[in-house]
């Protein structure tokens, strides 16, 4: 008689409900732990992939493109870590048995996100840098010396560059008053360049 009642409808119902909560305390565990693994483990090998500055305009906009989706993911990995903060108060409210574990792990998560996304924030500051440099370097480059400098420069390390051809004495000369006269344009425009700054 006293096992028909312990088997009763409502010790069953109340089996049935500690069950579900030990399966929701379970899950939160388990999604906690997934955050911490994801964070220590992909996140972190995404960023220290990220870890540079760049050669090149190029690279360095290619790495400020790389930092952006990782940027996303950790606003994703953050939104992810609230909701389990959330339900965490919500399940210590519920199950004060369990409160001092649930509010250790859910300041742990906090702490470990918030770490990530502000080492995440200032990596791309750097990425960011990178590029503005690269911009200005272009800017002032193309300050100081305009097309026509750049255009020399090319033809003079071609002439240097290129096996000369000269057999006598007289195309040797040739050669060296060509080279000699695209190192006067050089230097004409590097002093027009110059004084148009000074003039700015």
Not at 125 to 137: D, G, H, K, N, P
Not at 138 to 147: G, Y
Request: charged share 30%; net charge negative.
């Amino acid at each position: 008689m006293k096992a028909d009642i312990e088997d009763g409808p409502a010790a069953q119902a109340r089996r049935a409900e500690r069950r579900a909560s030990l399966k929701l305390l379970e899950e939160h565990a388990e999604g906690m732990r997934s955050l911490v693994d994801w964070i220590f483990g992909a996140g972190e090998k995404w960023l220290l992939t990220l870890h540079e500055i760049g050669e090149s305009h190029d690279d360095a906009k290619q790495l400020l493109k790389e930092h952006n989706e990782l940027e996303a993911k950790s606003r994703e990995v953050e939104a992810q870590s609230r909701d389990l903060v959330a339900l965490g108060r919500e399940l210590e409210r519920e199950f004060p048995k369990h409160a001092a574990a649930l509010q250790q792990s859910t300041e742990r998560v906090e702490q470990v996100t918030r770490a990530f996304r502000a080492r995440v924030a200032r990596q791309k500051e750097i990425a960011q840098r990178s590029v503005c440099f690269y911009q200005m370097l272009t800017e002032v480059r193309l300050l100081l010396f305009p097309e026509p400098f750049s255009r020399g420069t090319d033809l003079l390390l071609e002439s240097l560059c290129t096996e000369v051809k000269a057999t006598d004495i007289s195309s040797a000369e040739m050669e060296r008053n060509a080279v000699e006269a695209k190192v006067d344009e050089m230097g004409y425009f590097t002093v027009i360049s110059k004084s148009s700054i000074l003039t700015v």
